[in-house]
């Protein structure tokens, strides 16, 4: 009987701390309009609520009357929790990707595989690609990230390149070959939500990288490099 009742008492106050957490989650969006919420968990060191929206750290109290943005630091060890928490919060899993937005390219068998996030225009990209190209037996999931304060224009860029017949197609001969395919752009494509996607995950340049083990690696790396780290050399 005393178990039953325990198990009760710990299921009521699992059931209020979501509870706070999701009035948490609205009250923060309704404060700041646009602010896409991730999760919300109470600091048990502080009992404030650790907010993660648009890739960044708040630390709120529970009716979001005060926010507070940076560095949460253990004044005895100097480390710095907040560091720890964006590093667990902005890793993403290779698994989870959602490869129904990306452009593939498959080259040989296709067996080893790659994330890149890229912008049309990035000349860092354009650099990649090359170094890509020299890569077999690879499948390439390119997700369209144009970075419109830097490459103005490149946001219309990727919608035709995305609303394009073939789209692996378009895609290769905009960064080799400078060309735009066609059209409009006015079809329906994933660019706003893997904007948010990149977002969440703190993936702030192009390129990135993010390989089948999960590691993520930013610029445009060499082929052989690109090679160690689809393992088909020892690093």
């Given at each position: 009987m ?16 979501v509870?706070?957490?999701q009035s ?7 404060r700041?309009p ?12 502080t ?12 630390y709120v109290d529970?009716?979001?009357s005060y926010?507070?943005?940076g ?10 929790l ?10 993403i899993?290779?698994n989870k ?11 040989g068998?296709?067996k080893r595989?790659v ?28 997700f ?11 946001t219309?860029?990727?919608r ?5 017949p073939d ?11 400078n060309?735009?395919?066609?059209g ?11 904007a948010k996607l ?7 340049g ?7 083990n ?8 060499p ?13």
């Open positions: 005393l178990l039953r009742s325990s198990l009760l008492i710990t299921a009521l106050l699992s059931a209020l701390a509870a706070d957490e948490v989650k609205r009250s923060f969006e309704e700041f646009g602010a896409e919420v991730s999760s919300v968990k109470k600091e048990a060191l009992g404030l609520y650790e907010v993660y929206a648009i890739g960044q750290l708040f529970e009716k979001v926010a507070i943005q560095n949460l630091i253990n004044a005895q060890t100097r480390q710095s907040s560091a720890e928490r964006m590093k667990v919060l902005s890793e899993s290779f990707l959602p490869f129904e937005q990306a452009i593939k390219i498959v080259r068998n296709g595989q994330a890149v996030f890229e912008d049309p225009d990035c000349p860092f990209c354009k650099q990649l690609e090359r170094e890509l190209q020299k890569v077999n037996d690879v499948t390439i999931y390119v369209l990230y144009p970075i419109e304060q830097l490459h103005p224009g490149a219309l860029k990727s035709k390149i995305w609303c394009a789209r692996a197609k378009a895609w290769l001969a905009s960064v080799h070959d060309t735009v395919p066609e409009s752009g006015e079809c329906d494509t994933p660019i706003t939500n893997l990149a977002r969440t995950h703190r993936i702030t192009t390129p990135t990288l993010i390989f089948a999960n590691e993520r690696v930013a610029g445009a790396i082929a052989a490099r690109i090679e160690q780290l689809l393992g088909n050399t020892t690093p």
